[in-house]
């Protein structure tokens, strides 16, 4: 868990605030991965990030905003969330995203919920 | 849509006894296959993983691989009630280039003392 941190763990917001979410690993991988995790639902993939480029997006809302300044940082920028975006946010790493077979360590999440 | 399926449980077994959690995919194409486990309200943590046809064994966890019926177990031997938690099988899948995994449900196993 110490290899990829994220904060905050807990987070509360109403609908018209403005909150990112921090991700950094320390496992000198070059990719990084945000993860929504809702009850009774599998992970779903939000984005992907090879060596700072986006190289997938998986139809995520635009209230969702990634940012990945360098290999060891992913943030998720949040604005006018609504109430069915409350979920778990998990960040996750790997050696690279073009190699399959390779992998992903989880952060411990941050806990969302939407006012 | 590239699949991965799982029975979401509860599975209950005694202490002791053996816990047969399976898989199945529907992308022929996989190469590789992933075992997480996850305790109520902490993030995913990996168990095992395997590319090969056949079983492949680490302590007490055994995974099984079949690639003709398309199915992935794990067998966890003689279970502990630490062992009760969300097991995830999870499959890469490439599209353009790029690998995601795609997660199943989970199943949640209850080792009961």
């Known amino acids: 868990e110490t290899g990829v941190t994220q904060t905050p763990r807990h987070l509360v917001m109403g609908m018209t605030n403005k909150k990112s979410l921090k991700c950094e690993q320390h496992l000198g991988h070059n990719a990084m991965y945000w993860y929504k995790q809702s009850a009774k639902k599998p992970l779903e993939l939000m984005f992907v990030?090879?060596?700072?480029?986006?190289?997938e997006n998986n139809s995520v809302p635009s209230r969702f905003s990634p940012e990945c300044p360098n290999s060891s940082h992913l943030f998720l920028h949040l604005h006018t969330l609504q109430p069915e975006d409350s979920a778990l946010y998990l960040c996750?790493?790997?050696?690279?995203?073009?190699?399959?077979?390779?992998?992903?360590?989880f952060g411990p999440g941050t806990r969302l919920t939407v006012t | 849509q590239k699949e991965v399926e799982q029975n979401s449980g509860p599975l209950s077994v005694p202490e002791g006894a053996i816990a047969s959690l399976n898989c199945t995919y529907s992308d022929r194409g996989s190469q590789s296959f992933f075992w997480y486990r996850q305790y109520s309200g902490k993030s995913p943590e990996l168990i095992m993983f395997i590319y090969s046809n056949g079983d492949k064994e680490d302590g007490r966890f055994t995974a099984q691989l079949n690639k003709a019926s398309q199915y992935v177990s794990l067998l966890i031997r003689d279970s502990q009630p630490s062992d009760s938690a969300t097991y995830l099988c999870a499959v890469p899948s490439t599209t353009s280039g790029t690998y995601k995994y795609i997660f199943g449900t989970g199943t949640r196993l209850k080792v009961l003392a």
């Open positions: 996750a790493s790997s050696q690279d995203a073009r190699t399959g077979g390779l992998v992903q360590y």
């Open positions: 990030y090879s060596l700072e480029e986006r190289v």
